[in-house]
């Protein structure tokens, strides 16, 4: 028989009071499509945002390659490790040799020096300064924005710039006085930077010319930062950079590339569990719609033998998983995006290392294909349901209900 538009709501009716009846089976179900979809959409949402973060974190240095003296540590944990007696110099002469180079668009020659200061702590702590060119360091730097003053005044000034945790540290604020460790030399502060999240946070700023005559170091630099035009191939000008002489080239682009290799092997461990989620939440679903159609052999049997077709009874039954999948589905994207800031925490916590910026990038194009994957998942679980379902004679299925 055809149905018409009357008969269509009320089988929407009969679908949802057939749901009704076993509330707890029901809300269980929905609940464990609900977690599967939570996971998914937190999942994607992390992949998205953290390359976002990443992207973005490292457009804002503002150079993608690195090139430092050879077997320089210039990890802060080496520095540490080695109280910054471990760092290698290189001639600030390279910067011609970089700045010759057609694909090169900018560079910024930087010197880091650190020093034991006592005065932090009971037993003393290690200070991070990194002397920079004032013409080129902030252009190629433009994530670091100031909450007070701004860059020096002069290029051999004896001025300093502090980052957000360094001038918490210090207590220091605009206009005071710092005195340099070990060197008893005292600088002006004229600016003090914003929260970044990166290492820039504690570190204080000079001007390179200024630092390397503090420390006795003219002429040296420990590492060069450089930009690279966009139409300039990467792999190539790194191939160049190395033929350069006691020099090593860190390419960021290649770091990003590591990173994102990693967090993708997490990620397909998570997708993994995530997989498993679905499959366990579609087994419920099966489960769910089997027995509501067994449960109600005699009604079913009565449907048909009152004229219903067994089109019909396989839109009731696919109908009722439907709804399933769908609150499920609803009720999943309302937890990923309610909680995203509960993930991002938690994903902070596990990973320490992670990149400035939300984490967790949720947009309605994701909600929507992750409820129609569920909703599609779904379906295709209750067709086996709503098969059997239209399969059933009508006098053995009130006959077996009366047994």
């Excluded at 290189?90 to 011609?96: C, Q």
């Excluded at 880091?112 to 005065?119: A, G, I, K, L």
């Excluded at 002069?154 to 710092?178: I, T």
């Excluded at 008893?184 to 204080?204: A, F, H």
Aim: proline share 4%; hydrophobic share 50%.
């Amino acid at each position: 028989m055809k149905i018409k538009n009357s008969q269509k709501i009320s089988l929407f009716h009969i679908a949802w009071k057939n749901l009704a009846r076993k509330k707890t089976r029901s809300l269980l179900t929905v609940v464990g499509i609900a977690l599967a979809t939570w996971v998914l959409i937190s999942l994607f949402g992390f992949n998205s945002g953290y390359k976002n973060s990443l992207d973005r974190d490292i457009d804002n240095l503002g150079f993608q390659m690195l090139v430092v003296a050879k077997g320089c540590p210039y990890e802060a944990a080496t520095l540490m490790l080695k109280g910054g007696t471990g760092l290698k110099y290189m001639n600030e002469a390279v910067v011609k040799l970089i700045v010759r180079e057609p694909e090169v668009e900018s560079v910024t020659p930087m010197l880091m020096q650190v020093v034991f200061d006592p005065n932090k702590g009971q037993s003393g702590g290690l200070t991070a300064f990194l002397g920079v060119d004032p013409a080129t360091f902030p252009k190629l730097k433009p994530g670091l924005n100031f909450k007070q003053g701004g860059w020096f005044t002069d290029p051999a000034a004896l001025e300093v710039v502090m980052g957000f945790e360094a001038a918490e540290l210090e207590q220091r604020e605009v206009g005071d006085l710092y005195l340099v460790p070990e060197k008893e030399i005292e600088l002006k502060v004229v600016g003090v930077l914003e929260r970044s999240g990166t290492q820039d946070d504690g570190t204080i700023f000079l001007p390179l010319k200024t630092l390397q005559k503090i420390f006795g170091q003219e002429g040296q630099l420990t590492s060069v930062g450089i930009k690279v035009n966009k139409e300039a191939s990467l792999a190539d000008f790194e191939e160049k950079m190395f033929k350069l002489p006691d020099v090593q080239v860190v390419s960021l682009t290649q770091v990003k590339t590591t990173i994102m290799t990693l967090v993708s092997t997490a990620r397909i461990l998570v997708f993994s569990i995530a997989l498993i989620a679905i499959l366990i939440s579609i087994m419920g679903v099966i489960n769910t719609v089997l027995m509501s159609v067994m449960e109600r052999q005699k009604e079913i049997g009565i449907l048909k033998a009152m004229g219903a077709l067994a089109g019909d009874v396989f839109k009731l039954v696919w109908l009722e998983t439907s709804l399933l999948c769908l609150l499920g589905g609803l009720l999943g994207a309302v937890l990923a995006v309610g909680t995203s800031r509960l993930t991002e925490y938690l994903i902070r916590k596990l990973l320490p290392f992670a990149p400035s910026g939300g984490l967790i990038s949720i947009d309605a194009g994701l909600i929507l294909t992750a409820i129609g994957a569920v909703v599609l998942v779904g379906l295709l679980s209750g067709v086996y349901p709503a098969f059997r379902a239209a399969r059933m004679r009508p006098l053995e299925a009130i006959r077996s209900e009366e047994e």
